[in-house]
């Protein structure tokens, strides 16, 4: 909870910089895809976050990793950053940001579903299941209209979104079983740079490398690549570990409910995306079920719980 000596300005900002810095990263992200592979971009973009979060851990620590759990570390990467991340990547070669951004914002239903059928087995309050409802109905109306929103998005493209947000969903309910909130930094950047290695090995099954020239890399998606580096990995993630040391968790979490809102105008505004009615239903569905999933009155206890998987979650970025 933020308490009364916590910088009310320093806390703002901190909220500024999760509500947009993340509802901007779908952005981002179509333009670095516009003359970049999706796996190779991703695997890049972690790698260097990853390894400037190591450097600034290791200039305050000799060893950064010491005493985290290997195989968990690796199999929340794999889950996070790497399915997690690069399929949302991937989905949005043929998805556009607004739709791929509102399969992510589902995420919290998602987490509430997993952890009642497979972890606490707690069964939610009656608001809690019908906002699960509701975000499910949203979901299967976005994936079933997609094709009249994108018409090149083929099925696999959004089987590949709803997997990115199973995997993240799994991951975020795992990582507290492996890591507790004091060496999340260091957690995540380990499962940063486990995740990019999963991308690049992704991008080699896909072949990405075929037609692909680094010379032909523009301007325009290498800085869009820059920002999701420095200001969608590093920037917004110091300023959601402020926030989780500070503000109670599920203040914390409505960022799922404005990320893609920001999502859906400035793929409509800068990218010219469609939104049809079909989409606007949707992500009333969507947004109305994660708002009773989150701002219900029970469980602090549980979504306390959670904090260091939702650490993890920056991308509610990608």
């Not at 680094?214 to 300023?239: K, N």
């Not at 500070?246 to 914390?252: F, L, S, Y």
Request: charged content about 10%; overall charge positive; glycine content about 8%.
């Amino acid at each position: 909870m933020t308490s009364s000596r916590t910088p009310l300005p320093a806390t703002l900002l901190a909220f500024t910089a999760i509500y947009v810095i993340w509802g901007t990263t779908f952005l981002c992200i179509t333009l670095t895809l516009r003359t970049m592979p999706a796996f190779l971009s991703g695997a890049v973009r972690f790698l260097i976050a990853g390894g400037l979060m190591y450097a600034w851990l290791r200039s305050r620590e000799p060893r950064p990793f010491a005493g985290l759990h290997a195989g968990g570390t690796a199999l929340c990467g794999v889950l996070l950053t790497g399915i997690g991340n690069g399929f949302v990547i991937w989905s949005q070669l043929a998805l556009p940001s607004g739709i791929a951004a509102l399969f992510v914002g589902a995420l919290p239903v998602s987490i509430l579903l997993l952890d009642w059928m497979f972890f606490s087995r707690r069964t939610p309050r009656p608001l809690a299941v019908l906002g699960v409802a509701l975000g499910l109905a949203g979901v299967t109306v976005l994936s079933l209209n997609t094709r009249a929103i994108a018409h090149n998005a083929r099925p696999i493209y959004v089987i590949a979104a709803l997997t990115a947000e199973l995997a993240w969903a799994l991951g975020t309910l795992l990582q507290p079983r492996y890591v507790g909130a004091a060496r999340v930094r260091n957690f995540t950047c380990l499962q940063m740079l486990v995740g990019a290695g999963f991308q690049l090995l992704m991008s080699l099954v896909d072949r990405e490398w075929i037609g692909f020239a680094p010379s032909r890399v523009s301007l325009q998606s290498l800085l869009a690549l820059a920002y999701l580096i420095l200001f969608g990995s590093i920037i917004a993630f110091s300023c959601y570990s402020y926030l989780v040391a500070h503000v109670a968790a599920q203040k914390i979490s409505t960022y799922a409910l404005v990320n893609p809102v920001i999502a859906l105008a400035l793929g409509a505004a800068v990218l010219g995306e469609r939104v049809t009615p079909a989409a606007i239903v949707a992500t009333l569905l969507v947004l109305a079920g994660v708002a009773l999933v989150l701002l219900q009155r029970e469980p602090v206890r549980d979504l306390r719980a959670l904090r260091p998987g939702l650490a993890a979650v920056e991308r509610a970025e990608p």
